[in-house]
């Protein structure tokens, strides 16, 4: 048998690099009471609700500009008050995880922009603004939008918009909106077990401009136009979906090579 013998030098060598490893792995915890950028790699969880009130364009509650960070509301609320150019929650890093959020009366609830990686989840967000988003993607891709709902009254609910690529909304209502969910200029997308409602002359579910989208146990109402709207959008995949409209379950403009079954 043979004995290995360390020196000392050896030793505190190891033991500063085992140092590193563990704080490099270690997750910071911080606890918020008010709108902040969120420039660590951390979990921030907020203690309290939050009414910011709003009387110049152009602000946002939560900006995150680290990599990694996770955005906890716990259930508390943002509130605003419908101003344009302020966003709840914004992003453009990798990997941010928004959750148990309740975000009102901004003009953009949630945005991601050009953020991959992320997640949205249990989040309920709501706008009366005229040019309002409720969960807005922008050149966003493979992000999780789960067990949320969103209501815009005047525009979209929820809009995954130009070179926002394999996300995924499942589990996840949209309410009372002028145009439910749209997908433009985006592929591989997939809308699984959700409802999309369009309470304006427009539609529940709009795919523009885009390919193999995939919408799946899905229910799409509108009080007036077509509930599901394909404009130059080719080999998407439609199936187990409910539609209820007083006009055309589908409209299809310039698409082809679409499925349709169940």
Same mark, same amino acid.
């Given at each position: 048998?043979?004995?290995?013998?360390?020196?000392?030098?050896?030793?505190?060598?190891?033991?500063?690099?085992?140092?590193?490893?563990?704080?490099?792995?270690?997750?910071?915890?911080?606890?918020?009471?008010?709108?902040?950028?969120?420039?660590?790699?951390? =979990?921030?969880?907020?203690?309290?609700?939050?009414?910011?009130?709003?009387?110049?364009?152009?602000?946002?509650?939560?900006?995150?500009?680290?990599?990694?960070?996770?955005?906890?509301?716990?259930?508390?609320?943002?509130?605003?008050?419908?101003?344009?150019?302020?966003?709840?929650?914004?992003?453009?890093?990798?990997?941010?995880?928004?959750?148990?959020?309740?975000?009102?009366?901004?003009?953009?609830?949630?945005?991601?922009?050009?953020?991959?990686?992320?997640?949205?989840?249990?989040?309920?967000?709501?706008?009366?603004?005229?040019?309002?988003?409720?969960?807005?993607?922008?050149?966003?891709?493979?992000?999780?939008?789960?067990?949320?709902?969103?209501?815009?009254?005047?525009?979209?609910?929820?809009?995954?918009?130009?070179?926002?690529?394999?996300?995924?909304?499942?589990?996840?209502?949209?309410?009372?909106?002028?145009?439910?969910?749209?997908?433009?200029?985006?592929?591989?997308?997939?809308?699984?077990?959700?409802?999309?409602?369009? =309470?304006?002359?427009?539609?529940?579910?709009?795919?523009?401009?885009?390919?193999?989208?995939?919408? =799946?146990?899905?229910?799409?109402?509108?009080?007036?136009?077509?509930?599901?709207?394909?404009?130059?959008?080719?080999?998407?995949?439609?199936?187990? =979906?409910?539609?209820?409209?007083?006009?055309?379950?589908?409209?299809?403009?310039?698409?082809?090579?679409?499925?349709?079954?169940?």
């Amino acid at each position: 048998n043979t004995i290995i013998f360390f020196g000392v030098g050896f030793m505190r060598w190891f033991s500063v690099i085992l140092v590193l490893a563990v704080l490099s792995a270690t997750v910071f915890a911080v606890d918020v009471s008010a709108c902040r950028d969120l420039n660590e790699s951390a =979990t921030y969880t907020l203690n309290q609700s939050i009414n910011q009130s709003i009387t110049i364009n152009g602000t946002t509650c939560f900006n995150v500009t680290a990599q990694n960070v996770l955005l906890d509301c716990a259930g508390f609320s943002i509130l605003s008050n419908n101003t344009t150019n302020t966003f709840g929650i914004y992003t453009n890093q990798t990997n941010t995880t928004v959750r148990n959020c309740i975000v009102t009366a901004f003009q953009t609830g949630v945005y991601f922009n050009n953020s991959n990686n992320g997640t949205i989840q249990n989040t309920t967000v709501n706008t009366t603004h005229p040019a309002g988003y409720g969960i807005y993607l922008l050149g966003s891709s493979r992000n999780l939008i789960t067990g949320s709902t969103a209501y815009s009254s005047a525009y979209y609910g929820i809009r995954i918009h130009t070179g926002s690529n394999f996300n995924t909304i499942t589990g996840t209502n949209v309410l009372n909106s002028l145009i439910g969910i749209s997908i433009d200029s985006g592929s591989n997308n997939t809308i699984a077990n959700s409802t999309a409602t369009s =309470t304006g002359s427009n539609y529940a579910i709009v795919l523009s401009s885009n390919a193999n989208n995939t919408i =799946t146990n899905v229910t799409a109402i509108t009080n007036n136009d077509a509930a599901l709207y394909f404009g130059s959008s080719n080999s998407n995949t439609i199936s187990n =979906t409910t539609v209820s409209s007083p006009a055309s379950g589908f409209r299809l403009s310039s698409s082809s090579n679409n499925l349709i079954q169940n």
